[in-house]
């Protein structure tokens, strides 16, 4: 048996080429406009995630399938760059993922994904990896299956598992249940729950349905209004950094990294998540996904 690699983190999931054009406003169906040049970024929120710990500091491995086309050196290259151990991160001959993303002019964005290689995870790609990491990761752009597997597998190792559900869909208890940490945002808590979120109470309230059904903790991404942390113990509202928003692509990415990093460095849970809520603030004032992503020299300097 080969020695087992240590990391930080370890995350098991997408790689996206993000195709992204910058337009006045979101098509209408039918309607046909026209935005700035095409620009082509490294994105995929499990890249996008990775990237945003290893900036962080955190020492950082990722499992994922690109395809055996242009975009799959291109984002590799991107993880490599930010030191992401990419050793478990294969080719195979499905297209690479793609993320179509329009942003318009308030840095809002409409997001159509194609799967392409990140549906090629499986559960069998977990069975064989000799990594060993203090936190998982975990998305919505791989197979559910692989994910609930995935799970399992991080708990049976005693990693804390941090979900992030999105894009959002509805999940059954037994991945909820090995969670540590899920991170919705407020539409994804909505659909997990079937709980309308529309202010504080209502969070709070979808947030508990989370906890009943066995996540251990649930950490609600409130954009411009900051985030509510909530445990059994409590509910803590963290309030938000007020920035110029360019470009909200990978700001909860952001927030994902510096949360887990912050707590990789002892701090505890709602001070992480403040310290996160600087790292997407930060991320959603620059254009595109990694290239966003901050640095935590630059997330010190913002704080200060
Ligand atoms: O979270 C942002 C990411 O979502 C983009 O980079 C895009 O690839 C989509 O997966």
């Given at each position: 048996m080969p020695d087992m690699l240590k990391h930080d983190v370890l995350v098991i999931g997408s790689?996206?080429?993000?195709?992204v054009v910058r337009a006045p406003h979101f098509p209408q169906p039918g309607e046909t406009i026209s935005g700035d040049d095409l620009q082509i970024i490294p994105g995929g929120k499990g890249a996008n995630q990775a990237v945003a710990a290893a900036r962080q500091g955190a020492s950082v491995a990722m499992l994922g399938h690109v395809g055996k086309d242009s975009f799959g050196p291109?984002?590799?290259?991107?993880?490599?760059?930010?030191?992401?151990?990419t050793t478990h991160v294969s080719a195979d001959e499905s297209a690479t993922g793609t993320a179509i993303i329009v942003v318009d002019a308030s840095g809002q964005n409409s997001i159509v994904l194609s799967a392409g290689a990140n549906g090629k995870v499986t559960p069998k790609d977990i069975e064989t990896l000799n990594i060993e990491a203090k936190v998982l990761f975990l998305q919505l752009e791989i197979p559910l299956e692989t994910v609930i597997h995935a799970a399992k597998w991080g708990k049976q190792k005693a990693m804390i598992v941090i979900l992030n559900p999105a894009p959002a869909r509805e999940l059954p208890d037994e991945l909820i249940a090995n969670v540590d940490f899920i991170l919705p945002n407020e539409t994804e808590l909505s659909l997990l729950t079937g709980v309308p979120v529309t202010d504080i109470s209502s969070t709070e309230r979808a947030a508990r349905v989370l906890l009943k059904r066995g996540a251990k903790n649930v950490i609600v991404t409130l954009g411009s209004k900051g985030a509510l942390v909530v445990s059994s113990q409590q509910a803590t509202h963290v309030e938000a950094y007020k920035v110029d928003v360019v470009d909200t692509t990978a700001a909860g990415d952001a927030f994902i990294g510096g949360f887990a990093s912050a707590l990789l460095r002892g701090v505890e849970v709602e001070a992480a998540a403040q310290y996160a809520n600087a790292c997407g603030a930060l991320a959603a004032t620059k254009f595109g996904a990694q290239p966003s992503l901050p640095t935590k020299e630059e997330v010190e300097k913002f704080i200060k």
């Open positions: 790689l996206n080429a993000d195709l291109f984002l590799l290259d991107s993880l490599r760059s930010n030191s992401v151990d």
